[in-house]
């Protein structure tokens, strides 16, 4: 494995799951092996790389409830990187206190043979689950809307993480603040840059040169369950090229083929070559799931 990433902001809806999938999509599109891990509830980056909840046998849940290994439970995507993905319900039931065995870095020490890089798609809250994730990675990114509550949050979640990284995870570094959903024209946008970069002074967290566009393209393709690389108006879809430059900006990984053969650029599909069910999905077509019990919890 090259590096591991959590994207995370205390904040909800400031774009974590958008970026993790247009992360994902974007180095598989350069040819790495990803992974994307989803433990979020909410199940997002599960549902917008086409993967549904309710066909899979096994989630992250399973993996650390030991119910099955990361290998069972990751599931291969049509746009190049696997998922090891979010069943909500499992997820809610998962109780992780300090001294249990249920410990995230066994999902990377099991799956960092099989890829370069791997992405954490966080639930927006800094406790339980979320701090094993932050103890068991190499860096965050924190996607950030330019409005004081952001501003806010991620200050609070600062210092909250150099706990962690002052006991757990002294490997842990701030890759950086992406700007998403940005409006440099927008008075409140001009207001709040100067309070994160008294953050990024302080605590010494770059923000990222690319910021991310308001796009429409960008909820269409989570619509259509497609990568945001992939939308059909690409010539007017500035969130992907913007994406990619973040991939690059953040990781060095550089396009090495950006075109397909009818001279557009092949988004999603790059680098799956992948086919067929996958045996998560097919196991759960036979009728094999049956560890969660809606009124018993997770057994
Ligand atoms: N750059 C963008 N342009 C337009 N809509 C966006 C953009 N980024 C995110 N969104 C939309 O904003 C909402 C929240 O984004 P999401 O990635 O789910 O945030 P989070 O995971 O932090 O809660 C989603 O509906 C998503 O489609
Ligand atoms: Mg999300």
Redesign the pocket.
């Given at each position: 494995m090259i590096k591991s990433y959590a994207i995370f902001?205390q904040k909800?809806?400031?774009?974590?799951?958008?970026t993790s999938l247009a992360l994902a999509a974007g180095l598989a599109r350069r040819g790495r092996k990803v992974l994307l891990v989803d433990v979020d509830q909410q199940e997002?980056s599960t549902i917008a790389s086409g993967v549904e909840p309710e066909d899979v046998v096994f989630a992250v849940a399973d993996v650390l409830n030991k119910v099955c290994t990361a290998k069972e439970a990751i599931v291969p995507t049509e746009f190049g990187y696997d998922i090891l993905p979010s069943w909500g319900k499992a997820l809610a039931a998962l109780t992780v206190k300090p001294k249990t065995k249920v410990h995230f870095r066994k999902i990377i020490d099991e799956a960092k043979e099989d890829y370069d890089y791997i992405v954490v798609d966080c639930p927006?809250n800094i406790f339980g689950l979320t701090v094993q994730v932050l103890e068991s990675v190499d860096e965050i990114v924190f996607?950030a809307h330019a409005d004081s509550f952001s501003e806010r949050a991620l200050e609070r979640a600062i210092e909250e993480i150099h706990a962690v990284r002052d006991g757990k995870n002294r490997k842990l570094s701030f890759g950086g603040i992406l700007f998403?959903?940005h409006r440099p024209d927008y008075n409140a946008t001009k207001f709040a840059l100067p309070l994160f970069e008294r953050l990024s002074t302080e605590y010494g967290i770059r923000i990222f040169e690319t910021k991310?566009?308001?796009?429409?393209y960008?909820?269409e393709s989570?619509l259509m369950k497609r990568p945001v690389y992939d939308v059909i108006d690409r010539d007017y879809n500035k969130?992907a090229p913007a994406f990619d430059a973040f991939v690059e900006e953040l990781t060095g990984e550089k396009m090495k083929e950006a075109k397909n053969s009818n001279g557009k650029q092949d988004a999603g599909t790059a680098g799956s070559g992948r086919e067929g069910a996958p045996a998560n999905r097919q196991a759960r077509k036979a009728g094999k799931r049956g560890s969660w019990n809606g009124k018993n919890g997770w057994k």
């Open positions: 902001s909800g809806g400031t774009g974590k799951t958008t997002d927006p996607p998403n959903r991310i566009p308001d796009s429409t960008v909820r989570q969130a």
